[in-house]
């Protein structure tokens, strides 16, 4: 693999992340997409540059097949869970008409409690 791919596959890798952090679908969908490319990427690079695998055609090193069909199988299943996750999104977008992810009332309600619960065995531990 040469320089170029390596610093495509990290930047898709770091651009995709970033997306998939941030708090609106539309952003997180964008940036399961941009991943999915990432890893195509990766894949294709992976895999050895030659000539194609049909026997008695050459004497030059065969490309390998495998990973080309994972792209393709990486493709389908990106392209399922890009369906599931636009679904999601506008179901989202249908019930709140807002495209930001909001705080869970129960996790806010349990880190309150938390952090207002004194230390378990904070007698025993002075000094």
């Keep these: 693999m040469t320089v170029l791919p390596a610093v495509l ?3 898709l890798f770091a651009v995709g992340t970033y997306l998939i952090l ?8 964008i940036g ?4 999915a490319h990432g890893v195509n990427l990766l894949l294709l690079a992976a895999g050895t540059m030659g000539a194609a695998p049909i026997i008695g055609t050459t004497d030059e090193s ?10 393709l199988t990486a493709i389908v299943i990106a392209f399922g869970i890009s369906a599931f996750l636009l679904t999601l ?3 989202s977008w249908e019930i709140t008409r807002d495209d930001e992810v909001q705080d869970d009332i129960e996790d806010r309600r349990i ?3 938390a952090s207002s619960a004194p230390e378990p065995y904070a007698d025993e531990v002075q000094e």
């Design 9 to 11: 596959v990290g930047a």
């Design 22 to 29: 941030q708090r609106t679908l539309t952003r997180i969908v």
């Design 32 to 35: 399961f997409a941009v991943l």
């Design 62 to 71: 065969f490309s390998d097949p495998l990973p080309q069909a994972f792209v």
């Design 89 to 91: 999104a506008f179901r």
């Design 111 to 113: 880190a309150r409690l």
